[in-house]
């Protein structure tokens, strides 16, 4: 508990709200928008504090840092207009984690075109932030799509990867209501196919294990990121 907390009184949200959404946006305080009846009830979230945040880690026996993954979703939406830029700005302000993080989850991977260009952009950030690893930092690449699913096997033989994750949520929707929402259940039941017997998903499992198992990588399923 005291490490979450630190992690979120470590971010300066006002300075992303202001620096990264659109005219008019305010910072969260809670969970739901207070527009919603009951929104705003219960504690307010953590205020900005650094020396606090430092404070709590130290309590928690991190005060040299710990190994963490940071993940973010490229996505534009209404509610996060510049997924990149933010997730650059919280890499900035959590500031120096790079020398322990055992590895960054690359969302929407769809080829080896796309991990080469976040290979790039991540070394260049390591280079400008004088990390001193000793290797690389490893990449997770979430396979979301079927034309990621084709790419399977390029995907994991590039020495950066570490591990294909299925993201199977997205894939489902990737698809357009080829494969109903009953379909992501642990279970058939009568008249619906679940996870383990829809041979869309089931074959997206497949390649992708198989894949990995080609090249020494590892295969993961329902990944929280």
Known sequence: ERVRRAIAMGIDRQRIVDNFYPKGSIVATHFTPCAIPGGCEGDEWYEFDVEAAKA???????????????????????????????????????????????????????????????????DQAAAQAGLKRQQPIPLHALIESAHAVHNAFAIAAHPRVQSLSFGMMDFVSSHGGAIPASAMDVASSPGKLGQFDHPLITRAKLEISIACHAFGKVPSHSVIT
């Open 56 to 122: 709590l880690l130290t309590e928690a026996g991190f005060a040299d840092g710990f190994e963490t993954t940071i993940s973010y979703r490229d996505v534009v939406r209404g509610y996060l207009p510049q997924p990149a830029l933010v997730a650059q700005d919280i890499q900035a302000l959590v500031g120096g984690a790079g020398d322990v993080w055992c590895h960054l989850m690359i969302p929407k991977a769809e080829s080896v075109a796309d991990i080469e260009l976040a290979v790039r952009a991540i």
